[in-house]
């Protein structure tokens, strides 16, 4: 955005216009969609805390692994068996949390960014056509 002056302020914000009412459109309608089902409500007013509770537990998964190794001069470093299954019921809850906060971008904003490459790849499809029509009749010339 070019913000020397309001005139190119407001040039800017006209010819975007068309991209932010889309934008608006699609975030009313998921707003709206959240408020009737309370389980996404739930879900993606939360995410901050999805996030930190995922790093959290990222954490205590690379502590529980590091602190499991035997510290005793022994040849033997492998891993304890009884906190095998500990580091793979919290890394299960990691994955989950992950999807969580992946299914939460992902409509958030896919949508609107496979729009948006929709739309440039259908114009980039009638250039290349535009282009191809008029090498054939510079030919024919």
């Known amino acids: 955005m070019n913000r020397i ?7 800017y914000l006209l010819k975007e216009a068309d991209k932010f009412i889309e934008i608006i459109k699609y975030e009313y309608w998921l707003k709206r969609l959240f408020d009737r089902v309370k389980i996404l409500n739930l879900l993606t007013h939360n995410v901050a ?5 995922s790093f959290i537990l990222a954490i205590v998964i690379n502590l529980m692994v590091f602190f499991s190794y035997k510290r005793d001069d022994d040849t033997d470093l492998g891993f304890y068996s009884d906190l095998d299954t500990e580091v793979r019921s919290v890394g299960s809850i990691l994955i989950v949390l992950s999807l969580i906060i992946v299914a939460i971008f992902l409509l958030n904003n896919a949508p609107l960014l496979i729009k948006k490459a929709w739309t440039g790849a259908v114009k980039t499809f009638f250039l290349m056509f535009y282009l191809m029509s008029f090498n054939k009749s510079q030919k024919t010339i």
Request: glycine fraction near 0%; proline fraction near 0%.
């Open 49 to 53: 805390l999805w996030k930190d509770t």
């Open 5 to 11: 002056s309001a005139k190119t302020k407001c040039d």
